[in-house]
């Protein structure tokens, strides 16, 4: 789901933490030493406390445990020392060069967090700016949703969506663009931001259509002459008033599907459409068509992360099905239940990207 929240930041253990389980393993392996009654050196064995912070801790803990772990360790062969002095002078450099090496790689290990840190600050940050942050209430309507982009190291993939209160009503954009993850980021905002532009300035939901249409031409007039592949992009614009008929175009993406509080299930007829950057291919307008949305209905609009999800015997989830299973859900919590049922379809293996809308109307219908 698109959020608004901050990436968290690494955590490390606190001082008081770390402190008290140095001094506990040290007591403890002190003890050990002293009861084993043998002339082995398992003070030794406390060279391994820095090493454990060096993947864990900050670097003054793991320099601060390492100064511990060498004076323990010199005052333990003062008191107990080697059979000759070449022996003690041996184990105190080499305990030193251990530590300085955890030391080295500690320090490596909090840059390169710090360096993914601000990587994953920037993502988020462009998340914001390409998906609005969900739940959306508008004045026609409550709009609900989920947003999984296929990488799980990513927060943004080749699915998209956008809500826009116009003078017009709220129009709706749900689309995915070929191909999956972050390969399809460019077609996806040049869509969102002629819809952004489009929803304002034309009367026409058609004339929406077809700047959408443009902005993918011109995306990929643009991708030829970088060498890099054109893009189609699946859609449908919605536009919801009150006391109308939502009106919808269809851009050769997958049928709304109205939801009844009873569990029926009902796809939406649109008149048909091909997917934005194909309209050169159809030699027809786009056409408008238009549907009721009762008040206590609930429209879903999915993306095919959830259709094509398939079984072990290669079967695709039966959306619609379980939709009708989920009627009692609250609209809010749908998309959640219907992901979560196709994850458990496919066995938790998720090959594209995936978005759940489900809109309802803010009053009577």
Known sequence: MASDDEPPAPRAPGDRAVALGVLAATALVLAVQAFSGSGS???????FLPALLAGLGTVAQTVAASLWVTAVVAVHSALYPPSDLPAR?????GVVAAEAAVI???????RHEGELFRMRQSA???QRQLLRPLPVRTAELELYGLYLPVAQDTLVGGDLYDVA?????TRVLVGDVQGKGLRAIGAGFAVLSAFREAAFREAELTAVADALEAAVERHNAYAVQSGEQERFVTATVLCVRRGAHVRAVDCGHLAPC???PDGRVEAVELPGGV????AALAGQPRAVGRFALPGEGVLVLLTDGITEARDASGAFYPAERELAALAGVPAAELPGALERGARRWSGGHRRDDVTVLALRRTGPG
């Open 89 to 93: 002078l041996g184990t105190l450099l």
């Open 124 to 126: 988020v940050a462009l």
């Open 258 to 260: 109205l939801l009844w």
């Open 41 to 47: 050196r398992l003070v030794l064995l406390l060279v």
């Open 104 to 110: 080295g790689l500690c320090a490596r290990r909090v």
């Open 165 to 169: 209160q116009t003078p017009y009503g």
């Open 275 to 278: 997917p934005l950057g194909l």
